[in-house]
């Protein structure tokens, strides 16, 4: 069992940056691909990037590639969102996810475990 817990979201202007983070717990984080995504009002959830736990390979989005780094402390059982560059249709709820395997992260079928979100609004 693995609970996961968001932080850092909040109300920033157009072009800033915002670190969100995600909280981990259990002893076995290291064992898990980590991904984050998010879901503004009245779309789907959508996939913003992953890690994996094998090699610790990234994955982004296209709309993100290049403003977004994805990244794990596992001696912290914690990953992070460094996001830069925000623009208002970043505007969204975001959630974590673990995943014991290391493929097919994109998708959100995949994942075992979520946080329960943390909102992140970008003003113009």
């Known amino acids: 069992q693995v609970q996961l817990v968001e932080s850092g979201g909040g109300l920033v202007q157009a072009g800033a940056s915002l670190r969100i983070s995600c909280a981990a717990s259990g002893r076995t984080f290291s064992s898990y691909s980590m991904g984050w995504f998010r879901q503004a009002p009245g779309k789907e959830r959508e996939f913003v990037a992953a890690?994996?736990?094998?090699?610790?390979?990234?994955y982004y989005a296209d709309s993100v590639k290049g403003r977004f780094t994805i990244s794990r402390d596992n001696a912290k059982n914690t990953v992070y969102l460094q996001m830069n560059s925000l623009k208002p249709e970043d505007t969204a709820v975001y959630y974590c996810?673990?995943?014991?395997?290391?493929?097919?992260?994109?998708?959100?079928?995949?994942?075992?475990?979520w946080g329960q979100g943390t909102q992140v609004t970008v003003s113009s």
């Open positions: 890690i994996t736990w094998s090699d610790g390979n990234t």
């Open positions: 996810a673990a995943d014991p395997r290391d493929y097919g992260l994109d998708s959100p079928y995949e994942y075992d475990y």
